[in-house]
């Protein structure tokens, strides 16, 4: 993942950094990851858009505010308690461990990912433009490039998202451009770009959306975006040192369990678990807090931000609460800032990517959405909810 600069690393992603965040590095060290490795290449990075300044996050009008419903409604309550954060077995990266001890207090957490009707009705009351729906700006895109970087073509600077496309045979794992494409016209309306839309999708994720996005949708709904301690505790739904939001049991064998990449990835999906790619609101079993789809079907943003030593910086006292570090720091792109999704998507497998399990990290730019990225919100406990 770096052999040419950035600035066109990946083809037709233009400007991307790679598997996680916009990059100053070259394209083939941005996606340089070890494909012999399981469940090191998706995890490593996800694709990024151009780096931009800034969230442009819209101020929500008091009248949207009071507009809000009161009751939780589509949410479900997570009981507040302590766990231990980070991989309890040898299938995590580095960046899961050591495990250590959290606190979280009681919340509400959104029963399904935001879908595409829910962000619908957001961007009808307050006109908001997504991240993907806006060209880059070359004037603050300059700003966190190498001095002399010369300007990409304006065919690059375009509104565009990152879409999936895979490829017609098996090609090697050490280069997610091969799967990737950066479309323009692609974004919320628009998931696989400018021929699809969301007809009959109404009930799906909404995909194609930023952090910043996501942060923007939680504030008009009067919600928040959940901590990274927050979504584990509640993926885990009181399982201890187990895998998966379900237990111990392998997402390929039993019953299906989530929306995940079944075949040979990238080239061929046997949609074995009855999806291609994005799979409705509620199509599999929630775990034991009644919460849908969080292995598998879309990353989901939380509000932390990203670094590989987060875990090792904990220290072995009770962490109540925690919020993540104050900033981010990655040693792969140190001149970007990094937010972390949890979850894992439809491109997940055993073999490739095992992002569904509870304590896999991610990491991806702020304005970065992409064809398997969503979110899901939270709210804190109100009196009366108590």
Request: with cysteine.
């Amino acid at each position: 993942m770096k052999s040419l600069p950035l600035i066109y690393s990946w083809p037709l992603l233009a400007s991307l950094s790679a598997c996680s965040t916009p990059d100053t590095h070259t394209a083939a060290n941005a996606l340089a990851v070890d494909a012999n490795a399981p469940g090191q290449a998706c995890c490593a990075k996800l694709p990024a858009r151009f780096a931009l300044a800034g969230t442009g996050l819209p101020a929500v009008p008091a009248a949207l505010r009071a507009a809000r419903p009161a009751a939780r409604l589509g949410m479900v309550w997570v009981p507040g308690g302590s766990f231990q954060m980070g991989a309890a077995d040898k299938l995590g990266r580095p960046d899961e461990y050591p495990r250590h001890p959290v606190a979280v207090a009681g919340f509400w957490m959104d029963a399904t990912e935001v879908t595409n009707a829910a962000f619908a009705r957001f961007v009808a009351a307050t006109h908001y433009v997504t991240t993907a729906e806006r060209a880059p700006d070359w004037a603050e895109l300059q700003q966190q490039l190498p001095p002399g970087t010369p300007k990409p073509p304006d065919s690059a600077l375009v509104a565009a998202s990152l879409v999936f496309a895979p490829p017609a045979t098996a090609v090697p794992l050490d280069n997610a451009a091969q799967w990737w494409r950066w479309q323009k016209g692609a974004s919320w309306r628009h998931p696989e770009g400018p021929g699809s839309n969301l007809k009959g999708r109404e009930n799906y994720p909404v995909v194609q959306v930023s952090w910043d996005d996501a942060v923007a949708y939680a504030r008009w709904a009067g919600k928040r975006l959940p901590t990274e301690a927050e979504w584990e505790f509640a993926a885990r739904a009181g399982l201890k040192n187990q895998p998966y939001t379900w237990g111990s049991e392998p997402v390929n064998q039993g019953h299906v369990k989530a929306n995940t990449w079944q075949g040979h990835f990238p080239d061929h999906n046997t949609g074995q678990d009855g999806f291609a790619r994005l799979a409705p609101a509620k199509a599999f079993a929630p775990n034991a807090y009644g919460l849908y789809e969080l292995a598998g079907n879309v990353w989901e943003w939380c509000a932390d931000w990203y670094r590989p030593d987060t875990y090792q910086q904990a220290g072995d006292q009770l962490a109540r609460q925690p919020l993540g570090p104050a900033a981010s720091l990655d040693p792969d792109e140190p001149t970007i800032a990094k937010r972390v999704v949890r979850g894992g998507s439809f491109l997940c497998n055993a073999a490739y990517c095992a992002g569904y399990r509870v304590s896999a990290r991610m990491k991806s730019a702020p304005d970065t959405g992409l064809e398997n990225t969503g979110f899901r919100c939270v709210a804190d406990a109100s009196p009366a909810a108590n």
